[in-house]
């Protein structure tokens, strides 16, 4: 692969793990076979430049660093790339949870191995979404066009967070790159939704369950906001604005529910609440429409509709701790 134009030696880690995941999940009964090449044979068939002669270079030999520590050490490098610096410029400057992080690096390589990805390798036959969307499964379609990336994106704004829509690629990475100079929290999630939506694809694909999209969006909710902090530190209508006031957590193996409301001068109002366990983990929320004029009555009617909300298995919690800043 190293000696056909355009592509990199790299590529040879992507395409071997997928291999050999397939050999692990395969149930063909004949079998399968891989075939190492002799790599010496390989360079003593080419042709070089006398006056330019290539030669192996070795970069890492027993270092002792796992492929994900060697993928990270990568992006540090790729941060300070001159070259490449128009997408790393702000991506890499969110503060994406690490994982969601390499992802993107991954992406910005063109090395996310889609099905079109695979396709063009003659690695597989089936170019359309793991997933059932009918469209080709491009880097296009993972990042903006899935039905189903989009359905947890819908359940987000259902929750008042306004992620924004893109209609092309294109689109999509200069508008979160402009998002990102305001609102580097919005686009953090957004990040996180396609990471996510990915590993929910991945999972397809191998014949396991899929998550819903609310499961999905309350944990893009979650590693948006927390990173490498284990408790979440705001969550008020603008999301992922950092408070100067931490949320505080419950004692071990209770639950918290933080309950508010809203009331605007033409009596329209809405209470709501959310629940999270002491580790500041998202379990569910909850929100009424109302049309009321006293704004205590209101804050007394959130907490009074936690009852309605309440689950059987957390009353076998150690306690329940109910807050409202009335």
């Known amino acids: 692969m190293a000696f056909v134009p355009g592509r990199s030696i790299s590529e040879h880690y992507l395409l071997d793990q997928e291999m050999f995941h397939k050999f692990k999940v395969s149930k063909n ?8 090449l002799d790599m010496e044979q390989a360079y003593d068939s080419m042709g070089f430049d006398q006056e330019r002669e290539d030669s192996i ?6 270092s002792g660093k796992t492929v994900s520590a060697l993928a990270f050490v990568s992006i540090t490098s790729y941060r300070l790339n001159e070259e490449e610096n128009g997408f790393s410029n702000w991506v890499m400057k969110l ?8 992802f993107w690096w991954r992406l910005g390589k063109r090395a996310i191995p889609t099905n079109l990805f695979l396709k063009n390798r003659n690695l597989y036959d089936f170019v359309n979404c793991a997933r059932g969307c009918k469209s080709i499964e491009s880097y296009e379609h993972i990042i903006v066009h899935c039905k189903y990336m989009v359905e947890v994106i819908m359940k987000i704004r259902e929750w008042g967070i306004h992620i ?5 690629l294109d689109n ?3 508008g979160l790159e402009a998002i990102s100079m305001q609102n580097s929290g919005i686009v ?6 396609i990471y996510l939506s990915w590993r929910n694809r991945n999972e397809v694909k191998h014949q396991k369950p899929a998550l819903s999209c609310f499961v999905v969006a309350s944990n893009a909710l979650y590693l948006a906001t927390s990173n490498s902090n284990p408790f979440l530190v705001s969550w008020g209508t603008n999301l992922l604005r950092e408070s100067h006031d931490p949320w505080c957590p419950p004692p071990k193996d ?9 009331l605007l001068t033409s009596n329209l109002a809405g209470i709501g609440g959310i629940f999270r366990d002491f580790k500041g983990k998202f379990i569910s929320a909850f929100g009424k429409k109302k049309i009321h004029w006293d704004i205590a009555q209101l804050e007394q009617d959130a907490v009074l509709a936690v009852k309605e909300f309440l689950c059987d298995w957390m009353l076998e919690c150690k306690g329940i701790l109910v807050e409202s800043d009335m």
């Open 29 to 36: 009964k004949k079998g399968a076979m891989a075939i190492k």
């Open 57 to 62: 270079e070795l970069i890492n030999w027993c």
């Open 95 to 102: 503060k994406l949870n690490k994982k969601v992080e390499i």
């Open 164 to 168: 924004p829509i893109f209609h092309s």
């Open 172 to 174: 999509c990475l200069q």
């Open 188 to 193: 953090r999630l957004y990040c996180t939704v």
């Open 254 to 262: 209770w639950i918290k529910i933080n309950v508010d409301a809203s």
